[in-house]
Every structure is written in structure tokens, then in C-alpha cells.
């Protein structure tokens, strides 16, 4: 992946395909460069055997292949910075995964157009899922929900409108820039 | 800044439309694109924005825009599949926000697929 964002929306659609009603991102930016990204879902949940292979470029559930890269490149890209990837997962109960990273390492990618995933994921899950994106650095922090936007909305106007879409996706950009700035776009 | 107002009244603004798009039936396209690891790391966000785009500043809102995962042919990535009212589905392969405009606009508008993109012209040259 050339970016965290698109890890991310990788991840995400991950815990969409254990059929969580709910995905929350969290990005947190502290005062020394460590990012904490926590991203928890109520999706069916892995038991702990699979948990723990679940890193295992070699472990997947899908038939088509027998590779499944998504959570290892995630860890990868990690530990080139000096952090980790940490997942719980309990069966029934959703499944939390911790990444942390180092923002100031050489080899960190850029965080990228988180916008775009999030806008991305809506636009195809907006009937099943509620998506809540937190995003906090020493210079501000900011709260998205797609749970706030249906109460606009109501019943008569989906959240998959093209216009809809544009306007999350332009709020979660003009969010971004004031969290993070330009230091990790 | 963006505000709910704003938001508000892009509801007002769909709900008029609605309620006019229920007079005249128009029949829909489905336009599928494959979201799993290899499409992402491929470029598959990228060419979803572009349809997206594409389909506000169109007006075409009989566009149905979904995803599906991994199909097994990874390294022909991002794959599009379109399914036309007559029943018809063309696949896309290496698939670029480019490549999306040519698509809405010959295919999706004028109905004419556009082969040199089609997965039986792509894996014929290799």
C-alpha cells in the first residue's frame, strides 16, 4: 500500500465483511510523533487460535486464494517505523486492532486521503454500517459520525446521494487538515 | 468550513429530485468494483472516486455503484465489472480514474463498451 489511508480502508473492509454494524476509527497524534490508530468493530470476531495467525501473510478465510496480505502489510509497514500491530478479537464480540507508528522514522508512510476512504466506505455500506471517525493531535481534535448525518438526512434521503458523499468527503478533508495539518499529508 | 445547513440543504435539494426521478422510470446500471487487498493496493479507491465523480457531474443517478472482493485474477487489478439494463456485463481490467472517464462516457451514457480495456483485449496482448 502506498499510504495508511488505504491500509486502512483495507482493515476496514475487513470488519465489514464480518458483517459489523458498527466500524470506529481512532487517530490520535501525540506531542512526540506516535500515532495510535485504534480501529474496533462488532463484527463476528476471530476465536483466539485465528487471532493469532490472523498476521500470517499464509492465514486467510477466502477460498479464492490462499494468501491474505491486508493485516500483514498493516504490520509490516508498522514495524518499519519502530511500532506495532496489535489485534483482540473475541468470538461474537467484534475485533480491535491497535496500530502504532512512528511518525518521525524515515521509512513511515504518509498518512494519505483518509477522506476519500471514509467517503469510499459510506458510499458502499451506508444501509448496513455506522462508520465514526475521531481523529486528535496537539493541534485540535475533531468527531465524525455517519449517525449525525442520517439524523439530518432522515428516512427520505440516503447517505449514498452523490452529493451527500461530496459534502462527507469535503468535511473529512477540511477535519483532517485542521488535526494533522500538513505534517503527515 | 462545512456545516449542517449545508448539509440541510442538500437534502431539500435531493428530496426535489426524488420526487421528480419517480415520475420518469429510468433503468439502472450496476457498476461493481473489486475492494479486497489486491484491488485496493492496485488503485481501486481512486477509480470509485472517479466514478463517483463522474456520476455527480452527469447527473446520473440511475448509476448503482457497489464492491465485491477478491475474484482470484489479482494481477489484472483494478477489475470493473458493468451490468447494463439489456443484460449485458463488460470487464474491465487495469482499470485508472482515466480509463473510468472513457467508460462513463462511452459506455455507461452511449452504451457502446469500450473494448481495448475488456479483460478478453488486455489478456489477449499478454
Same mark, same amino acid.
Given at each position: 500500500?502506498?499510504?495508511?489511508?488505504?491500509?486502512?480502508?483495507?482493515?476496514?473492509?475487513?470488519?465489514?465483511?464480518?458483517?459489523?454494524?458498527?466500524?470506529?476509527?481512532?487517530?490520535?497524534?501525540?506531542?512526540?510523533?506516535?500515532?495510535?490508530?485504534?480501529?474496533?468493530?462488532?463484527?463476528?470476531?476471530?476465536?483466539?487460535?485465528?487471532?493469532? #495467525?490472523?498476521?500470517?501473510?499464509?492465514?486467510?478465510?477466502?477460498?479464492?486464494?490462499? +494468501?491474505?496480505?491486508?493485516?500483514?502489510?498493516?504490520?509490516?509497514?508498522?514495524?518499519?517505523?519502530?511500532?506495532? #500491530?496489535? $489485534?483482540?478479537?473475541?468470538? @461474537?464480540? @467484534?475485533?480491535? +486492532?491497535?496500530?502504532?507508528?512512528?511518525?518521525?522514522?524515515?521509512?513511515?508512510?504518509?498518512? @494519505?486521503? $483518509?477522506?476519500?476512504?471514509?467517503?469510499?466506505?459510506?458510499?458502499?455500506?451506508?444501509?448496513?454500517?455506522?462508520?465514526? #471517525?475521531?481523529?486528535?493531535?496537539?493541534?485540535?481534535?475533531?468527531?465524525?459520525?455517519?449517525? +449525525?448525518?442520517?439524523?439530518?438526512?432522515?428516512?427520505? +434521503?440516503?447517505?449514498?446521494?452523490?452529493?451527500?458523499?461530496?459534502?462527507?468527503?469535503?468535511?473529512?478533508?477540511?477535519?483532517?487538515?485542521?488535526?494533522?495539518? @500538513?505534517?503527515? $499529508? | 468550513?462545512?456545516?449542517?445547513?449545508?448539509?440541510?440543504?442538500?437534502?431539500?435539494?435531493?428530496?426535489?429530485?426524488?420526487?421528480?426521478? !419517480?415520475?420518469?422510470?429510468?433503468?439502472?446500471?450496476?457498476?461493481?468494483?473489486?475492494?479486497?487487498?489486491?484491488?485496493?493496493?492496485? =488503485?481501486?479507491?481512486?477509480?470509485?472516486?472517479?466514478? *463517483?465523480?463522474?456520476?455527480?457531474?452527469?447527473?446520473?443517478?440511475?448509476? /448503482?455503484?457497489?464492491?465485491?472482493?477478491?475474484?482470484?485474477?489479482?494481477?489484472?487489478?483494478?477489475?470493473?465489472?458493468?451490468?447494463?439494463?439489456?443484460?449485458?456485463?463488460?470487464?474491465?481490467? /487495469?482499470?485508472?480514474?482515466? !480509463?473510468?472517464? *472513457?467508460?462513463?462516457?462511452?459506455?455507461?451514457? /452511449? =452504451?457502446?463498451?469500450?473494448?481495448?480495456?475488456?479483460? =478478453?483485449?488486455?489478456?489477449?496482448?499478454?
Amino acid at each position: 500500500m502506498r499510504d495508511w489511508s488505504l491500509h486502512l480502508l483495507d482493515l476496514m473492509e475487513n470488519s465489514l465483511r464480518a458483517a459489523s454494524t458498527r466500524v470506529e476509527l481512532s487517530l490520535a497524534l501525540s506531542q512526540d510523533g506516535a500515532l495510535d490508530i485504534i480501529l474496533r468493530d462488532d463484527g463476528f470476531g476471530m476465536d483466539r487460535d485465528f487471532a493469532s #495467525l490472523a498476521t500470517d501473510p499464509f492465514t486467510t478465510t477466502r477460498t479464492t486464494r490462499k +494468501v491474505g496480505l491486508g493485516l500483514s502489510l498493516a504490520q509490516h509497514n508498522a514495524e518499519l517505523t519502530g511500532g506495532y #500491530l496489535e $489485534l483482540l478479537s473475541e468470538p @461474537g464480540c @467484534g475485533t480491535r +486492532v491497535h496500530i502504532c507508528i512512528l511518525t518521525s522514522h524515515i521509512d513511515c508512510l504518509p498518512l @494519505g486521503d $483518509l477522506a476519500q476512504t471514509m467517503a469510499s466506505l459510506i458510499l458502499l455500506n451506508h444501509d448496513k454500517t455506522d462508520f465514526t #471517525l475521531d481523529m486528535s493531535s496537539p493541534m485540535g481534535s475533531e468527531h465524525f459520525s455517519t449517525k +449525525v448525518i442520517k439524523e439530518v438526512l432522515g428516512d427520505e +434521503v440516503a447517505l449514498n446521494e452523490p452529493e451527500v458523499i461530496t459534502y462527507i468527503k469535503d468535511l473529512l478533508s477540511e477535519q483532517s487538515q485542521t488535526v494533522f495539518g @500538513g505534517i503527515l $499529508l | 468550513m462545512k456545516t449542517l445547513q449545508e448539509l440541510e440543504a442538500i437534502r431539500q435539494k435531493t428530496l426535489d429530485r426524488i420526487s421528480m426521478r !419517480k415520475e420518469d422510470k429510468e433503468v439502472a446500471v450496476r457498476i461493481v468494483i473489486g475492494m479486497a487487498t489486491c484491488g485496493i493496493a492496485a =488503485g481501486a479507491r481512486p477509480v470509485m472516486a472517479t466514478f *463517483m465523480e463522474e456520476i455527480e457531474r452527469r447527473h446520473l443517478h440511475s448509476v /448503482n455503484l457497489t464492491q465485491t472482493g477478491c475474484i482470484g485474477m489479482c494481477r489484472l487489478e483494478p477489475i470493473v465489472d458493468v451490468f447494463t439494463p439489456d443484460g449485458g456485463k463488460v470487464t474491465y481490467v /487495469n482499470v485508472t480514474p482515466e !480509463k473510468v472517464r *472513457m467508460i462513463v462516457a462511452d459506455h455507461v451514457v /452511449n =452504451g457502446h463498451p469500450v473494448s481495448e480495456y475488456t479483460i =478478453g483485449a488486455v489478456d489477449a496482448q499478454a
